[in-house]
């Protein structure tokens, strides 16, 4: 397996723009997280589906962020309008349910001017 | 607020040297486990303990966990200068479907 793909790798935006981050989980995973990392709060939970479904959001820092998983290989993660605090690496971790470990993707680099 | 907290915030020790890093959390937990970053890349997982646990090893890793002090430890042993890199431990809580919460993460630079 290619491990958790995560694309673009690098989005430079401007202000108010819409931004959306993909992420392709390993097949057979059916926990997905969505982080962001900053050198100021560390890496944030943002929303984590189990099967597909959003269980919990309430990292989800406003209503300009949204994320969707519409099957077990994809999800999105959502940001309009777009702000200079939003700059981070977002990152998507897939694992199975139960005691196990989580798979990193490589990460998105968002810079938003 | 972050589930788990490591200390200390940095790490710098001679090659061979010993690295024990420690994680501290609040809630009940089924598991810890920690977690290593290289610059610019991925988080990789590095070892998970689980809840009846007290001690795993893994190669150059000993981890421990104390359940009553709601508390970890990382030991690298014979440290190399591949090692520096930042380490976090995650917990996921009792009852909380596979949820796993990270530390702010511990700096470890080991020269050379």
């Known amino acids: 397996d290619a491990g958790v793909i995560q694309s673009p790798r690098h989005e430079v935006t401007e202000m108010g723009q819409e931004v959306t981050l993909r992420c392709k989980p390993i097949s057979g995973h059916n926990s997905l997280f969505w982080y962001r990392q900053t050198m100021m709060r560390g890496l944030e939970l943002l929303i984590y589906f189990n099967n597909n479904v959003p269980i919990d959001d309430s990292g989800m820092p406003e209503d300009r962020f949204s994320a969707k998983m519409p099957n077990a290989s994809f999800s999105t993660l959502k940001i309009q309008p777009s702000e200079p605090r939003d700059s981070a690496v977002y990152f998507c971790a897939s694992k199975r349910t139960g005691d196990t470990e989580a798979f990193f993707g490589q990460g998105t680099r968002l810079t938003v001017v | 607020s972050q589930q788990g907290e490591e200390d200390p915030q940095a790490l710098s020790i001679q090659e061979g040297e010993n690295a024990t890093m420690n994680c501290s959390y609040k809630?009940?937990?089924?598991?810890l486990q920690w977690y290593r970053q290289n610059s610019g890349r991925g988080l990789v997982h590095l070892i998970l303990i689980r809840s009846n646990e007290r001690e795993k090893h893994s190669g150059r890793l000993r981890v421990t966990l104390d359940t009553s002090k709601k508390s970890s430890s990382l030991l690298i042993t014979a440290s190399r200068a591949a090692d520096t890199a930042s380490y976090f431990c995650a917990t996921a809580k009792t009852g909380a479907n596979s949820k796993l919460t990270f530390g702010k993460g511990i700096t470890l630079s080991v020269r050379p």
């Open positions: 809630t009940s937990i089924n598991n």
